[in-house]
């Protein structure tokens, strides 16, 4: 049976990087995208979100934020833009990072940089989202 191998990969460091994968699933930037062995070859953009790779009845997951996905003879490589395992979310630290965007955003007239802070918003919604799934917590929408 075929399988995948998988690499994703920041400017900082290398998150995974295993053969024998079943699946990926990334964050497409026109939605999640599933790749199976034997997939087309595909090059897309990454959006921010969840990025979950199965093995053998396991799921590693990590969220990522902006990059590139690419497909090529079973070969998955992602090249994240920036990317986090789960396991490294501090939803404490995401939550006060959510809440200091959303201040910025209210207070336009003050911001220089008003997509600098919508993104920010976006990043600490989305690790959020996927920490508190992780944790047990319930998840609040991402907006």
């Known amino acids: 049976m075929a ?3 998988v690499e ?3 400017g900082e460091r290398s998150l995974f990087s295993e053969s024998g994968v079943e699946m990926v699933s990334a964050p497409g ?3 999640t995208m599933g ?4 997939h087309a070859a595909l090059i897309s953009l990454l ?3 969840e990025l979950v790779i199965r093995k053998g009845g396991r799921e590693d997951r990590m969220v990522v934020f902006g990059g590139f996905i690419e497909v090529l003879n079973n070969k998955v490589v992602v090249l994240a833009d920036s990317a986090e395992r789960v396991e490294e979310i501090d939803i404490d630290r995401a939550e006060r990072a959510k809440d200091r965007a959303q201040q910025s955003l209210a ?3 003050a911001l220089r940089d008003i997509a600098a802070e919508e993104a920010a918003l976006k990043r600490a919604a989305v ?3 996927v920490g508190k799934r992780r944790s047990g ?3 609040t929408p991402a907006g």
């Open 47 to 49: 959006d921010a979100g």
């Open 137 to 139: 917590h319930r998840a």
């Open 35 to 38: 790749i199976l062995p034997n």
């Open 127 to 129: 690790r959020l989202r």
């Open 8 to 10: 994703v990969i920041t």
């Open 107 to 109: 207070n336009r007239g």
């Open 29 to 31: 930037a026109e939605g």
């Open 3 to 5: 399988t995948l191998t």
